[in-house]
């Protein structure tokens, strides 16, 4: 009988320790650290971590090192003289930006807008990374205003502008971000140094680019173009493309939609694009069959550091 209580009393200690290592375990896989007390972690919680899509856990912030970028952009006006167009208010071709950093400005084509911004660039440092900065600064109008990021360092992207102000202050102008030109009345007067634009009353940027910054790496989960349907039957062409640092655009895929009937193209990636650092990623309307065409595209990336995606490499 002593014996039978003894070795039950060992199969409970030794199972006890099996749990908590498991936890442990289980803990450390999910980037989350065992309580002295061991009261938080149970398999429970675990498994229903587990049951939400890894979509929404990335958006949620539950997955270490891991983030979503979610860009729309739209031309309300392709012509056929003009193509090849970005989507982005401005229309006709999109300049990117110096790959050697410049300071940027802000202005609006109208005197009221005097709100609070937010804006998201890449910047330029002494080992020649492309740094991601968000910061907030209110800008002033028709005055030209040099943006300052947090680091103090030169702009070499700009892919994104929001108001960020109280409600009833939507900006009346155009705002604009560029490098340095001649300013007429808030408004740059040589295109080629424009960065970014915000149309009468929108908000936010509308610009479908973006460049990868460095410590991470892209995924292109999805992409999506196409053009405001009507009774008119014309077709627009798309190509989406992209571009290594220092390289040239290469178009890797083509497609085109109707005015009438699809409308619309989805590409869901079952096998996303694996894209490094430094790569500018747009699509562009490439070919209309009638003036005024009104198309739009989105792409969704998910973004993860380089620490991350190595980890995962490893495992």
């Not at 049951?51 to 739209?74: C, L, N, T």
């Not at 220092?246 to 869901?268: I, P, Q």
């Amino acid at each position: 009988m002593k014996k039978i209580i003894a070795f039950t009393l060992m199969l409970v200690i030794s199972m006890a320790s099996f749990s908590i290592d498991s936890i442990e375990r289980m803990g450390k896989k999910s980037g989350r650290t065992l309580k002295e007390d061991n009261s938080y972690i149970n398999i429970a919680n675990t498994t229903l971590k587990y049951s939400i899509p890894f979509e929404v856990r990335v958006a949620m912030g539950m997955e270490d090192g891991m983030s979503i970028i979610d860009k729309f952009g739209s031309n309300p006006d392709v012509d056929t003289a003009t193509v090849p167009e970005y989507l982005w208010p401005l229309g006709g071709v999109y300049a990117w930006g110096n790959d050697l950093g410049e300071t940027l400005y802000v202005s609006s084509s109208a005197l009221e807008d005097t709100q609070r911004w937010k804006f998201s660039v890449l910047t330029l440092d002494s080992e020649d990374n492309w740094n991601l900065e968000v910061f907030e600064q209110n800008i002033a109008g028709e005055v030209q205003t040099a943006l300052v990021p947090p680091s103090g360092d030169p702009v070499v992207r700009c892919f994104r502008m929001e108001n960020v102000d109280v409600m009833g202050t939507t900006n009346i102008g155009t705002v604009y971000a560029y490098y340095d030109t001649t300013v007429i009345n808030g408004i740059p007067s040589d295109q080629t140094k424009i960065l970014a634009a915000v149309s009468v009353g929108s908000n936010q940027t509308k610009q479908l680019t973006f460049t990868i910054p460095s410590g991470y790496w892209g995924f292109l989960w999805r992409g999506e173009a196409g053009v405001v349907k009507s009774t008119s039957t014309n077709e627009c062409d798309f190509a989406y493309e992209s571009r290594r640092v220092g390289r040239n655009f290469v178009e890797k895929k083509d497609f085109g939609v109707m005015t009438s009937g699809a409308n619309n193209y989805l590409d869901l990636r079952p096998f996303p694009d694996i894209i490094p650092a430094k790569t500018d990623l747009a699509i562009k309307a490439t070919n209309v069959s009638a003036n005024d065409m009104s198309a739009w595209g989105s792409f969704h990336i998910l973004l993860i550091t380089d620490e991350r995606f190595q980890e995962l490499q490893d495992l």
